[in-house]
T-cell receptor
Framework: RKEVEQDPGPFNVPEGATVAFNCTYS??????FFWYRQDCRKEPKLLMS???SGNEDGRFTAQLNRASQYISLLIRDSKLSDSATYLC????????????FGRGTSLIVHP | EPEVTQTPSHQVTQMGQEVILRCVPI?????FYWYRQILGQKVEFLVS????????KSEIFDDQFSVERPDGSNFTLKIRSTKLEDSAMYFC??????????FGPGTRLLVL
């Protein structure tokens, strides 16, 4: 089983839509969790950390479910500029403090 | 917002040659990382560096790879004898702690 798994998509949604991504991880001892955004041929940029209590930043909400070993990202009121690949990152997934990236979920927001 | 910078932006080299990729980190951010991303694939951790020594490294980071901070500020990744499969984008990342990482724009390496 892969350490960090994501649906590659693409998720093709109209502007204004709400879209959600999930990411599953295999190591129950994983310590910390993040969502990054990566535009085509650019570097990853931290979008938000993910906490057990859930956290929200504007239109973005992240949740962690330790029991089921997944994290989620919800984007409300999608903008054209949200089009990107969203990377799930788990620290400690391999048993040590090494960040493990998922392959990413592609989001395309169209007019 | 402070930025991580990397040089060169692109490098083309012959198989078997040595390459050195350079990163200028954010001042006072003491955690350093190198990642690679082969075209179309996921970002892969190579190595982390703190307090002038390697703290973690992956299976990819074999004897062909080395890292150092030659002048106490810049952070370099050396590949001693490049192979075709080393062709990838190499990202340097930097942070004040192990949680938050700022990525540089990357160096695209092509090995012929």
């Amino acid at each position: 089983r892969k350490e960090v798994e994501q649906d590659p998509g693409p998720f093709n949604v109209p502007e204004g839509a709400t879209v959600a991504f999930n990411c599953t991880y295999s190591n129950s001892a994983s310590q910390s969790f993040f969502w990054y955004r990566q535009d085509c041929r650019k570097e990853p940029k931290l979008l938000m950390s993910v906490y057990s209590s859930g956290n929200e930043d504007g239109r973005f909400t992240a949740q962690l479910n330790r029991a089921s070993q997944y994290i989620s990202l919800l984007i409300r009121d999608s903008k054209l500029s949200d089009s990107a690949t969203y990377l799930c990152v788990v620290n400690g997934a391999g048993g040590s403090y090494i960040p493990t990236f998922g392959r990413g979920t592609s989001l395309i927001v169209h007019p | 917002e402070p930025e991580v910078t990397q040089t060169p932006s692109h490098q083309v080299t012959q198989m078997g040659q040595e390459v050195i990729l350079r990163c200028v980190p954010i001042s006072n951010h003491l955690y350093f990382y190198w990642y690679r991303q082969i075209l179309g694939q996921k970002v892969e951790f190579l190595v982390s560096f703190y307090n002038n020594e390697i703290s973690e490294k992956s299976e990819i980071f074999d004897d062909q790879f080395s890292v150092e901070r030659p002048d106490g500020s810049n952070f370099t990744l050396k590949i001693r004898s490049t192979k075709l499969e080393d062709s990838a984008m190499y990202f340097c990342a930097n942070g004040q702690n192990q949680e938050t990482q700022y990525f540089g724009p990357g160096t695209r390496l092509l090995v012929l």
